[in-house]
């Protein structure tokens, strides 16, 4: 059985910072591609970052420079280190997962974490 255990979402006050973590069993995870979507209310859920089989990364432009995705395939682990937190960044965020070494998409994710809700406070 695939899981994806989303943690570390908060509340936070604006230009604070959070880490997520997602830990993953049931895939063979080295070989997925990884990224962390999130959906607003009211809004479509959108792509935040991606990071493929070898480790390149690909980010959301609204979130360039802030947030950065990384990969623990010794523990099976995706992480998203989300620093200057902007109100904007509300939303429940999703961890991903796909079947292929390449970037995913929303429209393109095989597995689907619970998701963990953040929350940037003004």
């Known amino acids: 059985q695939v899981r994806l255990v989303e943690s570390g979402g908060d509340l936070v006050q604006a230009g604070g910072s959070l880490r997520l973590s997602c830990a993953a069993s049931?895939?063979?995870?080295?070989?997925?591609?990884m990224g962390w979507c999130r959906q607003a209310p009211g809004k479509q859920r959108e792509l935040v970052a991606a990071?493929?089989?070898?480790?390149?990364?690909n980010y959301a432009d609204s979130v360039k420079g802030r947030f950065t995705i990384s990969r623990d395939n010794a523990n099976n682990t995706v992480y998203l280190q989300m620093n200057s937190l902007k109100p904007e960044d509300t939303a429940v965020y999703y961890c991903?997962?796909?079947?292929?070494?390449?970037?995913?998409?929303?429209?393109?994710?095989?597995?689907w974490g619970q998701g963990t809700q953040v929350t940037v406070s003004s």
């Open positions: 049931g895939i063979p995870f080295s070989l997925n591609a």
């Open positions: 990071i493929t089989r070898g480790g390149s990364t």
């Open positions: 991903a997962a796909r079947r292929t070494p390449f970037y995913l998409s929303p429209n393109t994710v095989d597995y």
